[in-house]
């Protein structure tokens, strides 16, 4: 492979995952506008909202890691080469990421909700 074909690499992407890579990428880019629109809505980052997302995102990189061991059938002793450890690395990254995304998101919404019904427990 002598050229990078982002399009190769969506395909290989769609073949392992197949229609679950589109639920992902829709995923991702709601999350991502929740994100945005909490820190408009709450003008910046709750800190202790963020700090608590990111504990609860560093499982979710352990188990994005333990997803694609699933779906690849493999596991921790077919990593061969510093690359595949870079790829192992960059899924941990990528579920640390998005899991800690999703959990603020959640309860940025759920707090604001309960704010507008009044609930200040």
Do not use: C, K
Not at 37 to 59: K, N, P, Q, T, Y
Not at 95 to 111: F, I, M, N, P, S
């Amino acid at each position: 492979m002598q050229n990078f074909d982002p399009a190769m690499f969506v395909a290989v992407l769609d073949e392992m995952l197949g229609p679950l890579l589109w639920v992902l990428v829709v995923g991702s880019i709601v999350a991502t506008l929740a994100f945005l629109w909490l820190l408009i809505r709450d003008r910046g980052l709750v800190s202790r909202r963020f700090v608590v997302s990111e504990l609860v995102g560093v499982a979710g990189g352990f188990g994005a890691v333990l997803f694609m061991q699933l779906i690849t059938h493999s596991g921790l002793s077919d990593v061969g080469g510093p690359v595949d450890w870079l790829l192992v690395v960059l899924i941990w990254l990528i579920g640390t990421v998005g899991t800690t995304v999703v959990v603020y998101d959640l309860w940025g919404l759920w707090a604001g909700r309960r704010a507008l019904l009044g609930d200040h427990a």
